[in-house]
């Protein structure tokens, strides 16, 4: 018997989506206040206290910005001496030459799919989306038919692939083996990719009209083109740096004791911040000083280029503050005891909770610890399914249909200049392909195992 108050809470968290989305488009009301009031009156009508609505949402908000503004700002700056140096024409015309314009979405998969391995999804999107401005500047291309293809592989990466905290966290609660995961993960998220990206990008281009003018395509527009552009690999190697000292970071304990100063400091260099803030220290030598540009010009740069991203930055923030509100308010336990109600295989279980807890709270990396954590216990009491596979259905649970309520959604929309209605058309059903995409390999793959 269905709890009739969980159904409620149910019934108020979608009135509060509904709500979210007509204020935004149809009373044309700014989205991070759509975000406050849907959040109080959820929180209101769930039965929450007053002040704890308020509260709520503050520390929703405060848990996201902590690290997605740090991330934004450096990320954005690298961008920026990436556009100003000319270093994002050189990979854009780079990738035109070698892979020829009708490939360009496949390239751009594949460029996600190396970035993303060791980057959170917002360090890979805002490190990489400078090269999709340039490649859709200089081709005449549709944004949407050379980004789609990159987010995509962002996202295969960070639900699916350790060493991803949220994937490797899953691989340890259910016992896995890292190696096979990552093995298993890999050859389930390229097809995956391939499909929720190039693919999927293909349909959906011609009914996604981009707008001309993009403040934030146009914040990453080289000025200056007439000057010589920075060779290839100096400019790969300045975006690559923060990934590979993120990538040895997560390897940490393979190179030193844990515990020991050799351990820590890797892993402190191996922090996306850290790493975001080396690579943007660096660039200014090798995109700025390196090819003539003075420190007061460089200084400039980063003034001009951070304003774009204050909009950006607190629609992240909002969206973090209204998953906090979902989940104090009982939503998120209301959607997993109705789960859990319905005995169902082990690889759709994960998969359900983890999609469930995505579309309650929007962030991948709290659905996935969750859902593991619940069907953990259960597996180990239930032998016989693959638990390298065990993990990659909670991934892809964990990224169906992003909404209002994910920090990504309002990255993807607000840099590729989109409405709500819009980004859903396209951003949010490349999650959903993803999603179920990586629960239909799983369970192919689970045949064979």
């Known amino acids: 018997m269905i709890d009739p108050h969980s159904v409620f809470l149910l019934l108020s968290a979608l009135g509060a989506v509904i709500g979210i989305i007509l204020l935004v488009t149809w009373l044309k009301l700014n989205p991070f ?4 009031l849907a959040s109080l009156a959820l929180a209101i009508i769930s039965g929450m206290p007053m002040a704890d609505s308020v509260h709520s949402f503050e520390v929703g908000v405060g848990n996201v910005l902590g690290h997605i503004a740090v991330v934004v700002a450096l990320g954005t700056m690298l961008g920026k001496m990436m556009a100003e140096s000319g270093g994002a024409d050189t990979i854009a015309l780079t990738l035109i030459r070698v892979f020829g314009e009708k490939r360009l979405p496949w390239a751009m998969m594949c460029i996600g799919l190396i970035v993303g391995l060791p980057a959170f999804f917002e360090v890979g999107f805002v490190l990489l989306i400078p090269i999709a401005f340039t490649v859709a500047r200089r081709t005449g291309a549709s944004l949407i038919s050379v980004a789609l293809p990159l987010v995509a592989a962002l996202s295969v990466d960070h639900g699916l692939v350790p060493p991803h905290p ?3 966290l899953a691989v340890n609660t259910y016992h896995a083996d890292v190696g096979r995961t990552i093995f298993y993960a890999l050859l389930i998220g390229i097809p995956t990719a391939t499909l929720s990206g190039p693919l999927f990008a293909k349909v959906i281009t011609p009914w996604i009209k981009v707008p001309a003018e993009n403040p934030m395509a146009d914040d990453f527009e080289d000025h200056n083109p007439e000057r010589t552009l920075p060779g290839f690999w100096l400019t790969i190697g300045s975006i690559l740096l923060p990934v590979v000292l993120m990538l040895v970071g997560s390897w940490a304990d393979t190179f030193a004791p844990r515990g020991t100063l050799a351990n820590e400091s890797i892993r402190f260099l191996g922090n996306d911040d850290i790493a975001l803030l080396i690579g943007v220290l660096i660039s200014f030598v ?9 420190r007061d010009t460089i200084l ?3 003034n001009e280029c951070l304003a774009p991203t204050a909009t950006i930055t607190l629609l992240v923030g909002a969206g973090g503050g209204f998953g906090r509100v979902l989940m104090d308010s009982g939503v998120s336990n209301a959607m997993i005891k109705i789960a859990m109600q319905h005995h169902l295989p082990l690889l759709v279980l994960a998969w359900l909770l983890a999609a469930l807890m995505r579309l309650a709270t929007g962030s991948a990396t709290v659905a996935m610890t969750t859902a593991a954590g619940i069907v953990a216990p259960i597996a180990l009491q239930s032998p016989g399914t ?5 993990a990659i259905a909670t991934g892809s649970g964990s990224l169906i249909f992003s909404h209002v309520n994910d920090g990504g959604f309002w990255l993807v929309k607000e840099y590729l200049n989109l409405s709500v209605t819009e980004t859903m058309k396209s951003w949010s059903i490349c999650e959903t392909i993803i999603s179920f995409a990586g629960l239909g390999f799983a369970l192919l793959a689970s045949l064979a195992i």
């Open 33 to 36: 206040l759509s975000l406050l």
């Open 166 to 168: 949220a994937a490797l």
């Open 286 to 294: 090798t995109l700025g000083t390196m090819r003539g540009v003075s």
């Open 300 to 302: 400039r740069f980063t």
């Open 386 to 390: 693959s638990p390298e596979l065990l």
